[in-house]
């Protein structure tokens, strides 16, 4: 009875952080990250109602690339939608039983998108037409709200008998983003521009939305490797951290056309010639098949300074990412002093000060533009020392970096440029190595923040 207890009481324990980590927040370096939706219904009409719908991205970093965000819902009754400006649905649907005016989508799960910039201007409202891009809160915030109005009809017309639709699907595209139920709040309220006079929505819906990695079920998309100044080894991104199928032994003629090797010209590669029926490459050749990869390199030793350099390299030959931001997370960034070439922000979370955003310099490097060798950005950042500063032990690696919001994949624990002298040290490192993989395992990634 007493060894079953012992067995189960760490298992038990697992299972309840693993819990509390999926109930309390997706995203450790940003808790409160969401996306709201809000439903306005502006005015009543014969047969239904006028919305204003607002998508408003409140994550700190990630944002919603081209080809841009989706909404998705369901109507609780038979509702139409006679007509959209600031977006359009994707199918009209079956209308067969609607003479004279045909509504712009009868279907009962509608998929709405956005627009595109060169959209006529008499279908445009504010905050549209971007081709679904969404910026993020911190880095652009002009651009992190979508809207656009829409009139509803074969709807109560009411507000005692009104209801929005329910099963809010916000696709990034893909999914990703897990939606509340809607929740009726105060009507929303709208200000002149003079701010001397606000009129009020006649009934307000909120819909909070999170990402979470594991609901997007998307393999990595970028790795993180290691070099210091001190030691002449390069740790590499693990193997397979993206993805697995490049086989290094196996000639690429006989692969798959995944990737590119780095030297040959796009249409003289083996493996685009051979698999002609195929897709080209979407990415240059690489053990780990990482789209993007983040070195961190330790540059520099002052006496109240050290130096560390960041360089983003690019290695899709698809992809076009404009304003790519990385997220670090190293106990010295509240100590940041200057961060060269790149803009920052610290991201405090309560009381803790680790983390901090980079993002480019517009129209300088905020676009990573060409793959290869010189398809990279970099920045030296500058830090005042934190007390507990050390070069022994990895100290001076990242804990957590994020490439567009998504988790990037961090060499092993244990691995990194060992300081000369800290060779003796290994033998004691040696039950960490061991320990911590286990650890990992059990109670996930979070503990990593209490090392
Ligand atoms: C959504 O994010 C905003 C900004 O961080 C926050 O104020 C709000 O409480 C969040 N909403 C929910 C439901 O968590
Ligand atoms: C609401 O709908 C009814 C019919 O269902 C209609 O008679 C009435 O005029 C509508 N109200 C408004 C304000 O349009
Ligand atoms: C909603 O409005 C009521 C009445 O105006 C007000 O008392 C209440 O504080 C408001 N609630 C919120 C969350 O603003
Ligand atoms: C509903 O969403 C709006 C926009 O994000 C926000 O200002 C408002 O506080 C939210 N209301 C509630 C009750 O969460
Ligand atoms: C790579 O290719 C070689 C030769 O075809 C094969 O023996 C090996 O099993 C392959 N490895 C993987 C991981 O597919
Ligand atoms: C990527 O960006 C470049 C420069 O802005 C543009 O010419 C190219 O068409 C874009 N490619 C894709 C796939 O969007
Ligand atoms: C990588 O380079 C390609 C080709 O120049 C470019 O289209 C793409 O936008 C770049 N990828 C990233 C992640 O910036
Ligand atoms: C975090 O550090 C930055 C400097 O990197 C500083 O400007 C900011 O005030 C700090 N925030 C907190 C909450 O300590
Ligand atoms: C930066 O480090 C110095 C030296 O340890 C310390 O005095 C100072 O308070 C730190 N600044 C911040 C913002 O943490
Ligand atoms: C450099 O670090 C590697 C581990 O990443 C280690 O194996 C090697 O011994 C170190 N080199 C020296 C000279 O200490």
Not at 191 to 212: E, G, I
């Amino acid at each position: 009875m007493g060894s079953r207890l012992g067995i189960s009481a760490p298992a038990l324990l697992a299972a309840l952080i693993l819990l509390c980590d999926r109930v309390q927040a997706f995203d450790p370096l940003d808790p409160e990250g969401n996306i709201t939706l809000k439903w306005d219904i502006i005015s009543w009409t014969s047969d239904g109602y006028q919305a204003l719908v607002s998508i408003i991205n409140y994550q700190r970093y990630r944002h919603i690339e081209s080809p841009g965000w989706t909404l998705g819902w369901t109507w609780q009754g038979g509702e139409v939608i006679w007509g959209m400006v600031g977006a359009q649905a994707t199918y009209q649907g079956d209308c067969s039983k609607f003479h004279g005016t045909i509504p712009h989508c009868c279907l009962q799960s509608p998929t709405i998108v956005d627009l595109l910039p060169e959209a006529p201007a008499s279908m445009k409202s504010a905050n549209c037409c971007r081709n679904g891009v969404l910026s993020s809160l911190l880095q652009d915030p002009e651009n992190s709200v979508a809207s656009f109005q829409l009139t509803v009809g074969q709807s109560s017309n009411a507000s005692d008998t009104t209801s929005p639709p329910k099963s809010f699907l916000l696709g990034a595209p893909g999914p990703g983003y897990e939606c509340s139920p809607p929740r009726r709040v105060n009507g929303s309220l709208f200000f002149t521009p003079d701010h001397r006079r606000a009129t009020q929505a006649l009934m307000t819906w909120n819909v909070t939305c999170r990402y979470s990695q594991a609901v997007a079920q998307r393999a990595p998309s970028c790795c993180v490797s290691y070099s210091a100044f001190y030691n002449a080894t390069i740790v590499p991104c693990p193997t397979c951290a993206c993805q697995c199928s490049y086989n290094a032994t196996q000639p690429i003629q006989n692969a798959q056309p995944m990737c590119m090797q780095m030297s040959s010209a796009y249409m003289n590669s083996p493996g685009y010639s051979t698999g002609r029926t195929r897709d080209p490459p979407e990415l240059y050749c690489s053990t780990d098949m990482c789209p993007v990869k983040i070195h961190w390199h330790v540059k520099t030793n002052y006496y109240d300074y050290w130096r560390a350099k960041l360089t983003i390299i690019n290695r899709s030959l698809r992809k076009n990412h404009t304003q790519w931001n990385v997220v670090v997370q190293h106990p010295n960034l509240d100590n940041l002093t200057s961060a060269f070439s790149f803009n920052y922000m610290s991201l405090p979370r309560g009381r803790t000060n680790d983390t901090a955003m980079f993002w480019g310099i517009r129209f300088y490097n905020d676009e990573l533009l060409t793959a290869g060798p010189v398809g990279n950005v970099q920045s030296e950042l500058l830090f005042q020392k934190d007390p507990s500063f050390t070069l022994d032990k990895g100290w001076a690696f990242p804990r957590r970096v994020y490439f567009n919001g998504e988790e990037c994949v961090l060499p092993p624990p244990h691995s990194y440029p060992f300081l000369p002298s800290a060779a003796i040290h290994r033998q004691t490192l040696a039950w960490k190595a061991l320990v911590l993989p286990v650890l990992l395992n059990m109670i996930g990634r979070n503990i990593l923040s209490l090392f």
